[in-house]
């Protein structure tokens, strides 16, 4: 059974341009979560999606969105970066039919660079 | 609202040493606790769980209790391995909270031969 693929691995951006992270669960999962990991924040829950809906969401700027297609596949996109977006971007999953939380699945996160 | 506070690190230790991380939390309502890690250059995986009061989750030698009294899931291991080296997270969910967790700030274990 595949994992949950992120891509890209790595990627570096300058202040002001906009970056798309991309994640596909583990066949089989509905529910993808975006967290955003720094060494000063720790893991900070950016949004979870749920069969193309957004059913929670963190306190994050405007500046991030996210979205999830019909295969369960989902983005994150961050506009205007800034250096402070540089992060280690990770994706969770879940079959996440449910309310409750239980186990997500880690990606190996994107980490983004911004200059 | 919901927090986990956990031990700063680094924590560095001996093979075959005694292991404990220390995790306190804040929750409205009854969270089900976790305890993730992260080995170097993954993404966190799940060690071990507990969904109520006094449960115990256990995986690979690893233990933590669910103590409601004291709000706390400490983490221990008997003796451990230099193959523990990693970033270890308590974390939290809270039922209705669709899958959002509320990590600590993880504690990094350093185990030496």
């Known amino acids: 059974k595949a994992g949950v693929t992120q891509t890209p691995r790595y990627l570096i951006k300058t202040r002001g341009q906009q970056v798309t992270l991309s994640c596909s669960p583990i066949?089989?999962?509905?529910?993808v979560s975006w967290y955003q990991q720094t060494p000063g924040q720790g893991l900070q829950f950016l949004f979870e999606y749920f069969s193309e809906t957004q059913r929670n969401k963190g306190n994050f700027p405007g500046r991030f969105s996210g979205r999830q297609f019909s295969n369960s596949r989902s983005e994150m996109n961050v506009s205007t970066l800034e250096l402070g977006d540089s992060a280690l971007y990770l994706c969770a999953t879940t079959q996440g039919g449910g309310d409750h939380t239980g186990e997500l699945f880690f990606g190996e996160g994107s980490r983004l660079t911004v200059l | 609202g919901n927090s986990v506070t956990q031990m700063e690190g680094p924590v560095t230790l001996s093979e075959e040493a005694f292991l404990t991380i220390n995790c306190t939390y804040t929750a409205t309502g009854y969270p089900s606790l976790f305890w993730y890690v992260q080995y170097p250059g993954e993404g966190l995986q799940l060690l071990l769980k507990a969904t109520k009061a006094d449960d115990k989750g256990s995986n690979k030698g690893f233990e933590a209790t669910y103590r409601k009294e004291t709000t706390s899931f400490h983490l221990e291991k008997g003796s451990v391995q230099v193959s523990d080296s990693a970033v270890y997270f308590c974390?939290?969910?809270?039922?209705?909270?669709?899958?959002?967790?509320?990590f600590g700030t993880g504690t990094k274990l350093q185990v030496i031969p």
């Open positions: 066949s089989g999962h509905r529910s």
């Open positions: 974390a939290l969910g809270l039922q209705g909270g669709y899958q959002k967790v509320t």
